[in-house]
């Protein structure tokens, strides 16, 4: 009961150290490899012998972090009774996370995020549930089948409490998302490893996805968002004025919004930012800062999150602005 009266306070207010210190006394789970320890509660009890072993191979601080901040939110459905015990959908996803090693697992990892977020604080609308995964065929309660093309999945599938139907595709990371849809990073990343793939072969879900939104006629206004869990690392891979204008080409308007870790942009302001990132690159040379850096480099210490991006094309215009 203490665990419980620890946890439920610290969904509430976001103190840890109160759950951490009472689940201790009752026994938690340390990942093999992490060095912080989960206040699991009924996460414990219902997926610790999946957990542990996917926790054991996670090696990269930055995706053990991106864990916790996941299986936090999981043990906050769980004890604030938002997520059902035997949740299908929940158990569905735990479940996937045992099926891939530590580069693919941030796929399940980013959608049971995601779920956790619309059940905690998502804009659903009442008597109606959240499909995760979702194909023409597939019913979702309250939600009217999923239209169109048969190999259209669609990550998360909700109404909101306005009556929009929104289809969301969800990508861990920047980099996550530049590797599906961007073709140009691809073909530079693909090293001779297989054939690089155009823009029409990037660009199939995202018309798939556009071609769904068409079809909204006879019934509720329907809305395509993106949502990218984190922010980092290498946001400036998102960078490329191409995957907006191709977004666009395929039916997507650039009113579309796009959550990007904490921060809420558009297509539109995308390309913006895509184009103002892709002038300075072109410019380079004439900063001396930045005038010999990769671009690899240049996307990883230059434009690695939102804030820095921000920060730094802001800076070197100002720089190109008087220089010679």
Do not use: C
């Amino acid at each position: 009961t203490k665990v419980m009266r620890a946890l439920k306070i610290t969904s509430r207010v976001g103190d840890l150290a109160k759950a951490a210190g009472a689940a201790g006394k009752a026994g938690t789970l340390l990942a093999a490899s992490a060095p912080w320890f989960l206040p699991l509660g009924r996460v414990r009890s219902r997926f610790a012998t999946v957990l542990e072993p996917v926790l054991s191979r996670i090696t990269r601080p930055e995706l053990l972090s991106s864990a916790e901040r996941v299986l936090k939110n999981l043990e906050r459905a769980l004890s604030d009774g938002l997520l059902p015990e035997g949740d299908p959908t929940a158990e569905k996803l735990v479940r996937a996370l045992d099926q891939a090693n530590e580069r693919h697992m941030f796929g399940p990892f980013a959608e049971l995020g995601r779920y956790l977020q619309l059940l905690i604080k998502g804009d659903i609308a009442p008597g109606t549930e959240i499909g995760i995964g979702v194909r023409p065929g597939d019913k979702v309660k309250g939600l009217p089948d999923v239209d169109g093309a048969k190999e259209l999945e669609i990550d998360a599938y909700y109404k909101t409490r306005a009556g929009v139907l929104v289809a969301e595709e969800i990508k861990a990371s920047p980099r996550a998302f530049a590797r599906k849809v961007d073709a140009e990073w691809n073909s530079e990343a693909s090293g001779g490893r297989g054939a690089p793939r155009d823009w029409e072969d990037t660009m199939r879900q995202p018309k798939r996805y556009g071609d769904w939104a068409k079809l909204d006629a006879d019934g509720p206004p329907r809305e395509v968002r993106y949502v990218i869990m984190s922010d980092e690392p290498v946001f400036g891979e998102m960078l490329n004025p191409n995957i907006y204008l191709n977004l666009m080409e395929k039916g997507l308007p650039p009113s579309t919004p796009f959550t990007i870790g904490p921060h809420s942009m558009t297509l539109g302001d995308l390309l913006a930012l895509s184009t103002r990132r892709k002038a300075v690159e072109g410019a380079k040379a004439r900063i001396p800062e930045i005038a010999h850096m990769t671009p690899k480099d240049f996307n990883a210490q230059v434009f690695n999150n939102v804030e820095m991006t921000l920060k730094n094309l802001a800076r070197f215009e100002e720089a190109l602005a008087h220089a010679p």
